[in-house]
């Protein structure tokens, strides 16, 4: 049975702090790095908004720049980025052959159409004609089908020529996690040599915050970094808008066509642990750490801890339990990015391996870590469900 060594060739990213993974590392390897924050437009919850971005960098056509809501342009953007860095993008031999895998969530809602429905509803009992009368003629065909979820992957194949096969998962944070530890597992088995793999997650429109809000999740009230949110108004999760896709090829292909490598991707676990009861979740926190295989001597990981308060306590308290890990919570400095936080975290696991120096910490209380690591954590607690871990070395 093949085993391929699964490494990391092309990184893209976007977030409230900029763009590209250079610019990623000047900011968070520079201690005392401050967060980029909107608190008034959707008060009383603050966001960490996309900065301002020349969609045509990476997206040439206008034609294409408008048929994409936000997130599939923000996704098409970020993947055009990671093609970029690995020198795929323009290639049609590497392109056409290039598996993609894809986390998205399911678009934004036409808000004015929804209000609308609700309205009427107030006045009507036949709610059933009424959503009918709705469908049929409030809703455009293109606005439709501009909702479906994989679009994102199919703008990808559009405009950057990726055509090899295609999958899209849907699952919030899960859906991050199971992208990347499929993609991985394609490689390590031979179905593929190299994959573009990740997500995207548009924050600033008003129903992707309802989400979250139904079940209370929110955080209320002044911000707050990530470890410091227990306690406070509302559920603790402060969302942002981002990206993060990366390329994963097998050693072989990669230093076949002489490309750099970041670093290599090593096991990847996932798991659904119960949320009821106490100390269901940490145990389970436990048992992906164990399955992982952790190395001796002081580990770096970079949290994808969303800050709501059950998960986010039960993934400190597991990380805690091994005084080894110094652990920093990338969304204290952008915001819960949904489907594109593993990918992201799997990111700057990279690059601090790449670049041969750990992170300071993110926010007050968190562990030093000093020297050139030579393995990263990667976490991905959900703030409502799935949990997922990788591990990030050095090549060899």
Same mark, same amino acid.
């Given at each position: 049975?093949?085993?391929?060594?699964?490494?990391?060739?092309?990184?893209?990213?976007?977030?409230?702090?900029?763009?590209?993974?250079?610019?990623?590392?000047?900011?968070?390897?520079?201690?005392?790095?401050?967060?980029?924050?909107?608190?008034?437009?959707?008060?009383?919850?603050?966001?960490?908004?996309?900065?301002?971005?020349?969609?045509?960098?990476?997206?040439?056509?206008?034609?294409?720049? @408008?048929?994409?809501?936000?997130?599939? @342009?923000?996704?098409?953007?970020?993947?055009?980025?990671?093609?970029?860095?690995?020198?795929?993008?323009?290639?049609?031999?590497?392109?056409?052959?290039?598996?993609?895998?894809?986390?998205?969530?399911?678009?934004? @809602?036409?808000?004015?159409?929804?209000?609308?429905?609700?309205?009427?509803?107030?006045?009507?009992?036949?709610?059933?004609?009424?959503?009918?009368?709705?469908?049929?003629?409030?809703?455009?065909?293109?606005?439709?089908?501009?909702?479906?979820?994989?679009?994102?992957?199919?703008?990808?194949?559009?405009?950057?020529?990726?055509?090899?096969?295609?999958?899209?998962?849907?699952?919030?944070?899960? !859906?991050?996690?199971?992208?990347?530890?499929?993609?991985?597992?394609?490689? @390590?088995?031979?179905?593929?040599?190299?994959?573009?793999?990740?997500?995207?997650?548009?924050?600033?429109?008003?129903?992707?915050?309802?989400?979250?809000?139904?079940?209370?999740?929110?955080?209320?009230?002044?911000?707050?970094?990530?470890?410091?949110?227990?306690?406070?108004?509302?559920?603790?999760?402060?969302?942002?808008?981002?990206?993060?896709?990366?390329?994963?090829?097998?050693?072989?292909?990669?230093?076949?066509?002489?490309?750099?490598?970041?670093?290599?991707?090593?096991?990847?676990?996932?798991?659904?642990?119960?949320?009821?009861?106490?100390?269901?979740?940490?145990?389970?926190?436990?048992?992906?750490?164990?399955?992982?295989?952790?190395?001796?001597?002081?580990?770096?990981?970079?949290?994808?801890?969303?800050?709501?308060?059950?998960?986010?306590?039960?993934?400190?308290?597991?990380?805690?339990?091994?005084?080894?890990?110094? !652990?920093?919570?990338?969304?204290?400095?952008?915001?819960?990015?949904?489907?594109?936080?593993?990918?992201?975290?799997?990111?700057?696991?990279?690059?601090?391996?790449?670049?041969?120096?750990?992170?300071?910490?993110?926010?007050?209380?968190?562990?030093?870590?000093?020297?050139?690591?030579?393995?990263?954590?990667?976490?991905?607690?959900?703030?409502?469900?799935?949990?997922?871990?990788?591990?990030?070395?050095?090549?060899?």
């Amino acid at each position: 049975m093949a085993n391929r060594d699964v490494v990391i060739t092309g990184i893209g990213l976007v977030s409230s702090l900029g763009e590209g993974g250079g610019a990623h590392w000047d900011k968070l390897s520079t201690a005392g790095a401050t967060p980029v924050i909107d608190a008034e437009r959707f008060s009383p919850y603050t966001i960490h908004p996309l900065p301002g971005i020349d969609w045509g960098l990476q997206i040439a056509k206008r034609g294409d720049q @408008r048929q994409m809501e936000t997130w599939q @342009r923000l996704g098409t953007y970020t993947a055009g980025m990671a093609l970029d860095d690995a020198g795929i993008k323009g290639n049609d031999d590497l392109s056409t052959t290039m598996d993609m895998v894809v986390a998205a969530g399911g678009g934004e @809602r036409d808000e004015s159409v929804d209000a609308g429905v609700l309205d009427a509803s107030n006045t009507r009992s036949d709610r059933g004609v009424l959503l009918n009368e709705k469908l049929t003629t409030e809703l455009r065909p293109t606005l439709f089908l501009a909702q479906l979820s994989n679009l994102l992957a199919g703008n990808i194949s559009i405009v950057h020529k990726v055509t090899g096969s295609s999958r899209t998962f849907m699952g919030e944070e899960g !859906a991050g996690v199971s992208a990347i530890e499929t993609a991985a597992a394609r490689i @390590r088995s031979g179905q593929s040599t190299h994959v573009l793999v990740g997500g995207a997650f548009q924050t600033e429109h008003s129903d992707m915050l309802l989400g979250y809000e139904l079940a209370g999740y929110l955080h209320r009230g002044p911000w707050k970094p990530v470890w410091q949110r227990q306690g406070s108004e509302g559920g603790g999760v402060v969302t942002g808008s981002g990206g993060a896709f990366l390329v994963l090829e097998s050693r072989e292909h990669a230093e076949a066509r002489g490309q750099k490598i970041y670093a290599q991707l090593g096991p990847v676990v996932s798991g659904r642990a119960r949320r009821r009861g106490n100390g269901s979740l940490e145990e389970g926190l436990a048992e992906l750490l164990a399955k992982v295989e952790l190395p001796q001597g002081n580990l770096l990981a970079i949290s994808g801890a969303s800050g709501a308060h059950a998960a986010t306590a039960a993934e400190k308290a597991a990380l805690d339990a091994n005084p080894a890990i110094a !652990a920093r919570a990338l969304s204290s400095l952008t915001g819960h990015m949904k489907e594109a936080q593993f990918p992201f975290a799997v990111a700057l696991a990279a690059l601090a391996i790449d670049n041969g120096a750990g992170y300071p910490a993110f926010e007050t209380g968190e562990k030093e870590f000093a020297g050139a690591p030579r393995n990263v954590l990667a976490t991905a607690v959900g703030y409502h469900q799935f949990e997922g871990v990788a591990l990030v070395s050095a090549p060899r």
